[in-house]
């Protein structure tokens, strides 16, 4: 059975929390990625930056659904959501538009479950951890690299 260690990225390129933004993009795209572990000093793994958080940035700020009543105002959201998205919005360094507690799995977890994950919840990225310290990363590319020699066996 193959497993996460048999296929992940052990060279793992990653960011910093402080990192600014513009770097963070540069990283992205001259490395062709979805997705980038953010890591603290110690190499623990605190975080994950995808495309996906920083297209955000591009989005409308977002004003929350509200109703009055005996003129009364009774917000629909939660005012902690719309702080969040507006400081993601406005992030010019990696830690305020990261996503914190990445999923993440363990180096024995078996490439199926990987699979599952990253099409259950739509990751294209997904660090690999013992324990918080990183150890590598598997892309979607990784995983199709396994049906290409799968199917190459087969044939």
């Not at 933004?21 to 110690?42: C, Q, R, S, W, Y």
């Not at 360094?93 to 919840?121: G, Q």
């Amino acid at each position: 059975m193959i497993k996460a260690k048999d296929i992940m990225v052990k060279d793992v390129i990653s960011l910093s929390p402080d990192t600014e933004i513009t770097k963070a993009v540069e990283t992205l795209l001259n490395n062709h990625f979805n997705g980038v572990p953010v890591i603290d000093a110690n190499g623990l793994l605190i975080g994950i930056l995808c495309q996906s958080d920083l297209i955000f940035q591009k989005k409308e700020i977002p004003f929350p659904p509200i109703f009055t009543i005996l003129d009364g105002i009774i917000p629909l959201s939660s005012s902690k959501k719309l702080e969040k998205e507006l400081q993601k919005m406005s992030a010019t360094k990696v830690e305020h538009a990261m996503v914190t507690k990445p999923v993440s799995v363990r180096p024995d977890t078996p490439i199926s479950e990987v699979a599952s994950l990253m099409v259950e919840k739509h990751f294209h990225t997904i660090p690999v951890a013992e324990g918080k310290k990183l150890v590598g990363i598997i892309g979607k590319e990784d995983i199709l690299r396994i049906l290409m020699t799968e199917k190459k066996i087969d044939s």
